[in-house]
């Protein structure tokens, strides 16, 4: 599990010239809020916590609604995968207009050239990632049985239901991306990913979430989790 401290706010990962160790608290810049570094523990904290602990979300972006008894609903705000479609579309408008300068001062054929062809399927991919983060809308259901996970999107939507009796681990996954940056060198970047690992596969959910709502609905799907269990010895 992360040790990175994040905004009590609005769930931004603090950088290492906004904490202050020794007076406990983290100065955070995207919102300008000031967050007691040691309240993140009662989040990251990984023993199973009662769920009257965890009935409030973190933030705003993330919305916790009671569906019935011993059922819920967790909502992420589209403002967060909004954001990332957005740089998406920037990146790729970008894309599309070098490949279109190289063709116009080298020889215009060239943009329309077979040698372009894996360019031209790079751009569109990415402009159909942006659309697709753009649209998009994940909820999470959780009852005393199983979870599902929606994603309401133009390409490849998602609606799956996981049982209880096949879940492996509720947990975030930490994934590495290592590229190329500017000067030649290369660059590693880490992404934390909410995972349902399970008997058929894995799958992740709440990708575009800041670090302390993803930390949030990992500790709340872990408390009902593991309520059903103690109370179901089937699932086990
Ligand atoms: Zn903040």
Not at 16 to 45: V, Y
Not at 121 to 133: D, Q
Not at 167 to 193: A, M, P, Q
Not at 207 to 219: D, Q
Request: charged share 20%; net charge neutral.
């Amino acid at each position: 599990m992360s040790n990175i401290p994040f905004c009590n706010n609005c769930g931004s990962e603090l950088q290492a010239d906004q904490i202050d160790i020794a007076n406990d608290t983290g100065h955070c810049l995207k919102c300008n809020t000031t967050t007691k570094l040691s309240s993140n523990f009662e989040i990251l904290d990984e023993s199973i916590q009662p769920l009257e602990k965890l009935t409030n979300p973190p933030t705003k972006s993330i919305t916790l609604a009671k569906t019935g008894e011993n059922s819920y609903e967790i909502r992420l705000s589209r403002s967060r995968s909004r954001a990332s479609g957005i740089a998406l579309l920037v990146f790729s408008a970008i894309w599309f207009s070098f490949l279109f300068f190289l063709g116009v001062f080298t020889d215009l054929e060239l943009f329309f050239s077979l040698y372009m062809i894996p360019f031209w399927i790079v751009g569109t991919g990415l402009v159909m990632y942006g659309i697709n983060l753009i649209t998009e809308i994940q909820k999470i259901a959780i009852n005393y049985d199983s979870i599902t996970i929606s994603k309401q999107r133009l390409i490849k939507p998602v609606n799956l239901s996981i049982n209880f009796k096949d879940i492996i681990s509720i947990t975030i996954e930490i994934s590495r991306s290592d590229s190329v940056d500017s000067n030649g060198g290369t660059s590693t970047s880490y992404h934390e990913f909410p995972t349902i690992t399970y008997k058929n596969g894995r799958k992740t959910f709440f990708e575009t979430a800041k670090l302390g709502e993803k930390h949030w609905v990992i500790g709340f799907l872990n408390s009902i989790y593991s309520n059903a269990k103690k109370l179901n010895k089937d699932i086990v």
